[in-house]
């Protein structure tokens, strides 16, 4: 038996597909990357900034993100026509805002008495609030004189630089920009020099920016303002709890000087790791990141850590959303930090279970068909990680009861060792994925910095040879550790009544609005039925009515009869 | 760890430094020359004996090959009724199993090699692919040709598909992104024209297996094929092999038919979908053009300008950056292959600001119609075009499909220059060019703007920036109503 089996794995034999990334030093202590490909007559390039939404703290929560928006204003030598007079309005616009901040919090307070309903009401502002805002547009336009406007991205535009971006998650941020092989010194100067100085202009205005993000993100969508609040509920004493891009009472507080102390704080260079993908010649990038870049200031002392742990979970959560959505369950558990050995493991597990030829696809969309879609999958994030896996579910069925033929899967890893071939299927697809990682500079360059970003770039290489170590008995230890009750937090999505347009339920279609709200419940009791022989005995009663009313049977009859068909038919199968 | 650490800090001292020589603006430094021609089609192209046309680009750098089969088809050949058929096809020729083996046993093989399997049919075209590690060529191709000449549409499969679209419908007007996607092909192309027949719950009800077979064998024959293949394998090798899985087919099917262009543009007007959310989605929408329009380089420039060159254009400085009332704004002026595609400039703005940005739009839409651009603004919409041109071409795999794509549409023989051309074309372009396409294409009169939102407070405006209605259009306000999720009618 073990040789036959032994034939049929073919496992694929790859060696460990290594990244040939080199890692230096600058003199102030900025790491640099280098990965040299000769593909394309371009480079990739960006940089990371170890500090994201973690760093943050109650009251000026989005202000990493909004520091990230500000990066592009410009410095002394871009982004204005007369740099004196630039500073000059800038500083006057702080005066103004500083007065505005005193009304901000008499504002705040009345909103505490109930003299305000929302704060951010153009109509509910007070009257001196108003004043000093029509100060402020009057420097704002006089600022635009000065300004020459987004400058930053025309010089790199001009020069043929695309794909420019940035980023920032709860442990990082970073930037990054593709330019033509022969503009490397470009990126150098523009880069370096923003980092140097940079000029924080149209702050406020960028404030409403970001509060548009917010609303397109998270408020405008059926569920990112319930995936906030649950994300919320998940993290408890860690600093994951709160929203990357902050909460909105938040994010009209942030002031220019926050931003000011959170640059010097967390954007010196020791903190910092600049990286290259692509077109150039590896010893002369780095002598000219040492001359452009070494002209950052080596910071006083270390960056401040992130001391706050996620205090283990003492009891189950679960949280009852009525959302614009099909009804689905999602369910997620505390796992380990990026790196931590337990992480490989988890992360082959979310394979088993997920995809298309997984276990939750294959048990509750092809199986007991109580699902349409299923999803597994292992995050770490730098300092705590989750573990999620939930479904949406078909009509006639419970979240609740999909989510218990999850947790029977679960028990299984828990109670069965994973077979030998279905554990390779997955290692193969972690080994192809490999190569396929690697198709251009900038999927690669994007890679590295998430990878650094979250604690170490070289888990770029070091993560294939230990997934591909997993063994079947560390699936069955991880799933017993982390796949507990208390361990876990349970969203359930229901579908906010009146909502999806016409008809929810194409079965319930056709019906009165009594008889639908009728059929509507007694479904709802059918399918939490497991006696088969009471469902059985219920159908036959069912008929019997039906056969002696004939024609004039209710046709909400008719439909809770198939209603009971299903269902039995659902529990013989099992 | 820590060890490694060390070394490499010894290793980076003593790097010399001129921070000096640093110059004090960007336009001072001296970049070396690259030169850079594009690719050519006839250098990859082999017009196999067997039928289709292929581009065939040999790259050994890693173990991975990538075959792609593009199919004259599209949801234009759909009969009325039966919409989704197309996509339908498309979706379970590769996931409904094929004649020897069964959905389940292909899925597992495919999942043990790390293969993907994929197949889609689109609008105006369908596409079938498979990628794998290069040991796994010959399964992979016997496998592409079952998928390709005997698929099963295996029952449980086939009607598991249909579910999940029934179950789909019903999110349709959950998230107003959706709503407005809907609405947005409506409003450009007509409620008649075939993108706009979007399926039903009765028409994916009344779609048959036979349906599946009917279409398939109608347009699925090598006549109507284009491969693209790239990856780790020998040229000559790669093209036997490619004959082999084209050769004796049967049977012969149907030519392509073309494309329909009926299409019918919206009369101008505010059209407002009433829904309950804190920000708008807009779109100010007028006639596009086609990609072969002698205009057509002058347009992109235009365009760039003013809202499709992202943070330089004209639209995000003003919406976002000015203003603040947007996280996104843009334009965009695609050229269309088969019939002219729309103009469209967007951003989604809170309730209270969404007809404030709209004044500003199109202030900047008749601005340009009105007043050359700058110098600045043309040379770097140009600089940007032919200095990012190489992208078409960055990997070898793009290589391939962009050839099979250029095959496919006609243009590799109606206008086999075109990626040489490319750049001396954007070049020629003048800001006289620009404005007289402003002027021709961008009539602010004549915009249809779609809004979804929250109709009584985007119609209230802001206190500071009061907009009137009537100076953004001509043609009213006009309600959509929203659509029942299953049969698109109208909800009362």
Not at chain 1, 226 to 243: I, T
Not at chain 1, 347 to 355: E, I, K, P, R
Not at chain 2, 50 to 55: I, K, L, R
Not at chain 2, 230 to 245: I, P
Request: charged share 30%; proline share 5%; hydrophobic share 35%.
């Amino acid at each position: 038996m073990r040789a036959i089996l032994g034939l049929l794995l073919f496992p694929l034999l790859l060696g460990a597909q290594q990244v040939p990334v080199k890692e230096h030093f600058l003199s102030n202590g900025m790491k640099v990357l280098l990965l040299e490909r000769k593909d394309a007559p371009s480079i990739s390039g960006g940089w990371v900034a170890r500090v994201g939404s973690v760093n943050e703290r109650p009251g000026i929560t989005g202000i990493a993100h909004l520091f990230e928006h500000m990066m592009f204003k410009g410095t002394p030598k871009i982004g204005t026509k007369d740099y004196k007079a630039d500073v000059k309005i800038i500083n006057e616009q702080e005066r103004v805002r500083d007065a505005m901040r005193v009304e901000e919090r008499k504002m705040r307070e009345m909103w505490r008495k109930g003299e305000i309903t929302d704060l951010q009401d153009p109509d509910q502002k007070t009257d001196k609030w108003n004043k000093l805002n029509e100060e402020f547009k009057v420097l704002i336009e006089e600022h635009r004189k000065v300004i020459v406007k987004n400058e930053f991205d025309r010089i790199y535009t001009s020069n043929g630089g695309s794909r420019m971006n940035a980023y920032t998650s709860y442990d990082h941020t970073a930037y990054f920009i593709d330019v033509p092989s022969n503009k490397l010194e470009l990126f150098m100067w523009m880069e370096s020099g923003r980092l140097l100085d940079p000029v924080f202009r149209e702050f406020y205005t960028e404030r409403d920016v970001v509060f548009e993000e917010r609303r397109m993100r998270t408020e405008s969508t059926p569920l990112g303002k319930f995936f906030e609040s649950f994300n919320s509920l998940f993290w408890e004493s860690h600093p994951y709890s709160w929203p990357i891009i902050g909460w909105p009472s938040d994010i009209p507080a942030i002031s220019k000087k926050q931003a000011d102390e959170f640059y010097a704080t967390y954007y010196m260079p020791q903190n910092l790791t600049l990286v290259l993908v692509g077109d150039f010649e590896g010893k002369a990038a780095l002598t000219m990141a040492e001359k452009y870049f070494g002209r950052l200031k080596k910071g006083e002392g270390l960056v401040p850590d992130v001391v706050t742990l996620e205090q283990p979970q003492k009891a189950e959560k679960r949280f009852y959303a009525e959302a614009e959505t099909n009804p689905n369950i999602d369910i997620y558990w505390h796992t380990p930090a990026f790196g931590h050995k337990d992480t490989y493991p988890l992360s082959v597990l979310a394979q088993v279970l997920s995809t298309r030829t997984g276990r939750l696809h294959k048990k509750l969309v092809l199986g007991e068909k109580i699902a349409t879609d299923t999803w597994a999958w292992q995050g770490a994030r730098k300092y705590a990680g989750e573990f999620n896996m939930g479904a949406e579910v078909t009509d006639g069925n419970t979240p609740e009861q999909v989510e218990q033929v999850i947790y029977s899967l679960v028990e299984e890893v828990k109670s069965k060792l994973v077979p030998a071939k279905e554990l390779q299927k997955v290692k193969n697809n972690f080994a192809a994925a490999e190569y396929r990682r690697l198709s251009s500079n900038h999927p690669i360059l994007m890679q590295i910095m998430r990878s650094e970003g979250l604690g170490n770039w070289r888990e770029i290489n070091e993560a294939g040879p230990k997934i591909q170590a997993v063994t079947a008995e560390d699936l069955q230890r991880v799933a017993k550790k982390y796949f507990t009750r208390e361990n876990r937090a349970v969203a359930v999505y229901t579908r906010k009544p009146g909502t999806g347009g016409g008809d929810e339920d194409p079965i319930f279609a056709g019906l009165d609005a009594q008889a639908k709200a009728m059929a509507r419940k007694v479904t709802s009791t059918i399918n939490a039925d497991k006696d088969l022989v009471q469902l059985k005995k219920r159908l036959a009663d069912l008929e019997a009515q039906m056969e002696k009313a004939g024609a004039k049977a209710p046709p909400v009859m008719k439909v809770i009869r198939a209603v009971l068909r299903k269902r039995i038919a659902q529990l013989e199968k099992k | 760890m820590k060890n490694l650490f060390v070394i490499f800090l010894v290793f980076s001292v003593g790097l010399s430094v001129f921070a000096a020589d640093i110059p004090s603006r960007p336009e001072k430094l001296k970049f070396p020359e690259l030169k850079y021609e594009p690719p050519k089609g006839s250098d990859y192209r082999v017009e196999l004996k067997s039928g289709p046309v292929a581009f065939v680009v040999p790259n050994r750098e890693l173990p991975l090959i990538s075959i792609s089969i593009l199919v004259r088809t599209g949801k234009y050949n759909e009969p009325k009724g039966k919409e989704g058929l197309a996509a339908m096809t498309g979706y379970l020729l590769s996931k409904g199993g094929t004649k020897s083996h069964s959905a389940e046993a292909l899925e597992e093989r495919l999942a043990f090699l790390a293969a993907g399997l994929s197949s889609n049919i689109g609008d105006t075209s369908g596409s079938v692919g498979v990628n794998l590690l290069s040991k796994d060529l010959d399964e992979g191709l016997a496998i592409l040709r079952e998928v390709l000449t005997v698929p099963r549409f295996q029952r449980d499969r086939f009607d598991l598909y249909k579910t999940q679209q029934i179950q789909s419908m019903k999110q349709r007007n959950d998230d107003s992104r959706n709503i407005e996607r809907r609405e947005l092909v409506r409003l450009a192309y007509g409620d008649h024209f075939f993108r706009s027949q979007s399926a039903t719950k009765a028409s994916i009800d009344s779609i048959t297996e036979s349906d599946l077979r009917g279409f398939h064998r109608d347009w699925f024959h090598p006549g109507n094929f284009v491969v693209s293949v790239s990856g780790d394998f020998d040229r000559k090798e790669m093209v036997l092999k490619l004959e082999r899985l084209f050769s004796d087919w049967s049977p012969k099917g149907k030519t392509a038919k073309p494309v329909p262009t009926n299409k019918k543009f919206a009369k101008a007007g505010i059209y407002i979908v009433d829904k309950e959310v804190n920000q708008g989605r807009v779109d100010i929408m007028l006639p596009g053009i086609m990609r072969d329009n002698p205009d057509y380089y002058a347009v992109q420039v235009m365009n760039d300008i003013l809202g499709g060159g992202g943070f330089t254009s004209r639209i995000t400085n003003r919406v976002r950056s000015d203003e603040g009332l947007a996280y996104s704004a843009y334009s965009y002026c695609p050229g269309g292959t088969y019939f002219p595609r729309t103009f469209v400039a967007g951003y989604q703005s809170k309730s209270r600001t969404v007809l404030y940005a709209a004044q500003i739009v199109l202030e900047e839409m008749r601005k340009i119609t009105q007043e050359e651009v700058t110098d600045k603004e043309i040379e770097t919409a140009k600089a940007s075009y032919i200095q990012t041109f190489p992208q078409s071409f960055e990997t070898k795999g793009a290589v391939a499909s962009t050839f099979a794509s250029e095959e496919f549409t006609g243009r590799l023989s109606n206008n086999p220059n075109y990626f040489e051309n490319f750049r001396s074309k954007i070049r020629a372009v003048t800001k006289a060019d620009v404005q007289r396409v402003a002027g021709k294409y961008l009539k602010p009169d004549k915009v249809a703007i779609l809004i979804i939102g929250d109709k009584e407070e985007i119609l209230k405006g802001h206190p500071d920036h009061l907009v009137n209605v009537d100076s953004l259009t001509s043609g009213g306000v006009k309600d959509i109503p929203m659509r029942d999720p299953f049969t698109l009618q109208p909800l009362k």
